[in-house]
């Protein structure tokens, strides 16, 4: 099993900055793929962004892609989503998700466990 624990919930304005963190545990964290989803009200889930588990291989989705930076500390056991030049419409409910590999998370299957969220809010 493995816990994944979601911080960095915030309200920004328009243009503004916010990282996010998910510590792992239950599980060697080198040997996880990690990522991270995002859901607003009334709106399917949506990928954001994933992270092999050397950490060597990155991926984005197409609405957040060259605004947004995931990386993750072997040392912390912790994955980040650095996001800049925010947006109102990124505002959602940010999920952590881990799996086999970055490119299954990319695409949305084989995601063996979820954080609980944590809500990103952008004022126009």
């Known amino acids: 099993q493995v816990q994944l624990v979601e911080s960095g919930e915030g309200l920004v304005q328009d243009g503004g900055s916010l990282r996010l963190s998910c510590v792992a545990s239950?599980?060697?964290?080198?040997?996880?793929?990690m990522g991270w989803f995002r859901q607003a009200p009334g709106n399917e889930r949506e990928f954001v962004a994933a992270i092999s588990r050397s950490g060597a291989a990155t991926y984005y989705g197409d609405g957040v892609k060259g605004r947004v930076t995931i990386s993750r500390d072997s040392d912390k056991n912790t994955m980040y989503l650095q996001m800049n030049s925010l947006k109102p419409e990124d505002t959602a409910v940010y999920y952590c998700?881990?799996?086999?590999?970055?490119?299954?998370?990319?695409?949305?299957?084989?995601?063996?466990?979820w954080g609980q969220g944590t809500q990103v809010t952008v004022s126009s």
């Open positions: 239950g599980r060697t964290f080198s040997s996880i793929a």
């Open positions: 998700a881990a799996g086999r590999s970055a490119a299954t998370i990319a695409g949305g299957k084989e995601i063996a466990y």
